[in-house]
């Protein structure tokens, strides 16, 4: 009997397609322990442990830290009420042959209260290491206030 060649192409792609998915789920929830951990918890050591020590953080507007500077939380989000929200569907990861992984998104910064919401891009280097997934390099960009309302 002869296997279609789509068929077996499919079944070889198979094993890859339930990888990324696992590596999508892993670093989704890595996302979600780093803002629980920032914005919610506002907890400093929980969100310091999730940084390499060679941490590198670049921000558009308030420009760049490294090492344990990137790691440091400067206020608790929750005090100021300010939540962030992932934007459904934005997430996407790609994994990064001997190292780990670039997970990208979008997301909005919704303050209690105000007319509009902060939008803003990102792009986070994960590092797999033996303790588990760790934040290398963080890129936040292209914050704006749109002239709409933000999701709420």
């Not at 060649?5 to 670093?27: H, M, R, S, T």
């Not at 919610?40 to 090492?67: I, K, M, N, P, W």
């Amino acid at each position: 009997m002869k296997i279609p060649a789509c068929l077996l192409a499919a079944l070889w792609l198979l094993p890859v397609a339930a990888g990324a998915d696992e590596l999508f789920d892993e670093l989704a929830q890595m996302d979600q322990r780093r803002f629980q951990a920032a914005f919610v918890d506002c907890d400093q050591e929980a969100f310091a442990a999730l940084f390499t020590e060679d941490a590198e953080f670049y921000h558009d507007r308030a420009g760049a830290s490294f090492g344990k500077e990137a790691t440091r939380l400067h206020s608790c989000p929750r005090d100021n009420g300010i939540r962030r929200i992932l934007v459904p569907g934005s997430l996407k990861v790609y994994p990064m042959k001997d190292y780990g992984a670039v997970q990208t998104g979008e997301h909005w910064f919704v303050e209690e209260g105000a007319e509009t919401s902060m939008r803003a891009l990102f792009v986070h280097l994960w590092r797999r290491t033996e303790d588990g997934w760790r934040l290398a390099r963080v890129l936040s960009f292209d914050q704006n206030l749109p002239k709409q309302e933000g999701p709420q």
